[in-house]
């Protein structure tokens, strides 16, 4: 794990209600703890960073999950809309789902009605799976992330008219 990769755990970790994440992958083993305090992380690492090839590959993914160009991409979507509509994103980076697993129905389609607490999505991120609630009540207007896609901090997820 590359140390770009570490502090892209630690921002989510702080800007999460989670208190402590431990990651190993063979002989490399990280736990990142936070207090409730708002202090530093505590960031312990362990083992040399030495990964197989077959290992690598998921790092090559995950990198290119976190490049800036998805974020650029989907920033001029919501300006064809109207100006009352309100963007929702995604609070963390990992792979966007519209259902809780392939063969049960999407959580919400274009034009339907949502309440405020409402699932919309699942975002995945290191083999957790966090359901992603409306903060707002209104309509789908369009779907602005693509289903199994990797999707960055604060990339638009979904444009809601409100009611």
């Known amino acids: 794990m590359e140390y770009k990769q570490i502090q892209e755990l630690i921002k989510m970790i702080n800007k999460s209600n989670i208190s402590e994440l431990s990651v190993e992958d063979g002989d490399f083993k990280i736990t990142i703890k936070q207090e409730h305090s708002q202090s530093a992380p505590f960031v312990a690492v362990q083992a040399p960073i030495q990964m197989p090839m077959q290992a690598q590959q998921p790092l090559a993914a995950i990198q290119q999950s976190t490049s800036p160009a998805p974020a650029t991409q989907a920033a001029p979507q919501p300006a064809a809309t109207s100006d009352k509509a309100i963007t929702i994103k995604s609070p963390m980076i990992g792979t966007f789902y519209r259902s809780p697993s392939p063969d049960k129905p999407v959580f919400v389609n274009v034009g339907d009605e949502i309440k405020e607490g409402q699932v919309l999505c699942i975002i995945e991120a290191m083999k957790l799976f966090n359901e992603i609630e409306s903060e707002?009540?209104?309509?789908?207007?369009?779907?602005?992330?693509?289903?199994?896609?990797?999707?960055?901090?604060?990339?638009?997820?979904?444009?809601?008219?409100?009611?």
């Open 136 to 163: 707002v009540s209104g309509r789908i207007i369009k779907m602005l992330a693509d289903d199994a896609s990797p999707v960055e901090y604060d990339q638009p997820l979904f444009l809601v008219e409100p009611i």
